[in-house]
């Protein structure tokens, strides 16, 4: 029987592929050979397909590398850092070279992060991809240590928070904080509910509280610095009964009574933390998500709340998915 010959691989008889499929080591890419190689963004506006419109934001998400930070009291940590960064795309452009993005966070990888820094990155990446708005945020786990509420102990809690900077079309560069920030909320319903019951029958009862995380969002006002622990600051005032890390005995029986002292529906929360966050000059606007993971209900309870300026954050937000701790 006769074989067909293959492209890639030895035929049963014997017959040797069509195409060597080896890897060449030894290849070296001289300066003469790169520029030999196609460069797609030389593409005739032919090649473009679909529809030619402009495309509002393309780019990467979750190109990771270590960056710097600064605390707030003057220590730089180096921290394993998620980078999403996008670009708008003319219409009559048929892509970007996302290598250029990542490569400009290589240019710029010894500098400290700040939104200033952020900007520079903008501008910077902007101008290698002709494009005329862009945006960038970096996500990483920031440590804080933690005393614990009664034992001495202390603990490394970590924060999920993202810098973002933003530039507009018409050239205006905005930076934001996302802080995200998780609690305990014990229900005033059922705390009441299990008074009585022990009041009027005898009976002993426990109220129900969930595991709960507050999002916020925060523009700094030009020229202010808020510090991501003024932040976590911010939200332990307003809501009191953040997640404990470690914990003896005298530790849990305190954080009962902490959250005995703190009862709070997800209004509550909302409104705590507006009361919080709008008492600081530093910040021009905010937005504030929360969500309280009921052990009571199969559902969650939710709530948005923003700071109202005009032209500013509005409550929307639908992403509670999101906020699952």
């Known amino acids: 029987m006769k074989h067909k010959p293959m492209y890639l691989h030895r035929s049963a ?27 797609m963004m030389e593409a005739s506006p032919t090649a473009l397909q679909g529809a030619r419109v402009p495309i509002q934001q393309v780019g990467i ?3 990771r590398l270590p960056l710097k930070y600064r605390t707030k009291a003057g220590k730089t940590l180096t921290l394993e850092s998620r980078v999403t960064g996008t670009v708008s795309l003319e219409a009559e452009l048929k892509g970007i070279n996302m290598s250029r993005i990542m490569r400009s966070f290589y240019d710029h990888k010894e500098g400290v992060i700040t939104g200033e820094w952020m900007g520079k990155i903008l501008k910077a990446y902007m101008r290698k991809v002709d494009s005329k708005a862009a945006r960038l945020q970096v996500a990483f786990s920031y440590p804080m240590l933690q005393p614990s509420l009664r034992s001495g102990l202390e603990g490394w809690q970590y924060y999920e928070v993202a810098f973002e900077g933003v530039m507009t079309r018409a050239g205006r560069y905005r930076r934001f904080i996302h802080f995200d920030f998780v609690y305990s909320s014990a229900c005033p319903c059922s705390a009441e509910l299990n008074e009585h019951a022990r009041d009027k029958r005898g009976k002993y009862g426990v109220p129900h509280s969930q595991r709960s995380k507050a999002r916020v969002t925060i523009e700094e006002r030009e020229g202010k610095k808020i510090w991501i622990e003024d932040v976590r600051a911010h939200c332990l005032n307003a809501l009191q009964t953040e997640t404990q890390v470690m ?79």
């Open 61 to 63: 998400h979750n190109f």
């Open 247 to 325: 914990v003896k005995r005298e530790d849990e029986q305190a954080f009962a009574e902490l959250n005995g002292a703190n009862l709070k529906f997800v209004e509550d929360a909302a409104r705590l933390l507006y009361r919080e966050f709008n008492g600081d000059r530093r910040i021009k606007d905010f937005q504030i998500a929360c969500s309280h993971q009921e052990s009571l209900h199969s559902h969650d309870a939710v709530s948005v709340i923003c700071k109202g300026v005009k032209g500013g954050f509005s409550a929307d937000f639908m992403d509670f998915s999101s906020l699952r701790c």
């Open 13 to 39: 008889d014997g017959t040797a592929a069509r195409i060597k499929h080896t890897y060449d080591a030894a290849f070296r890419a001289t300066p003469a050979y790169v520029a030999t190689l196609p460069d």
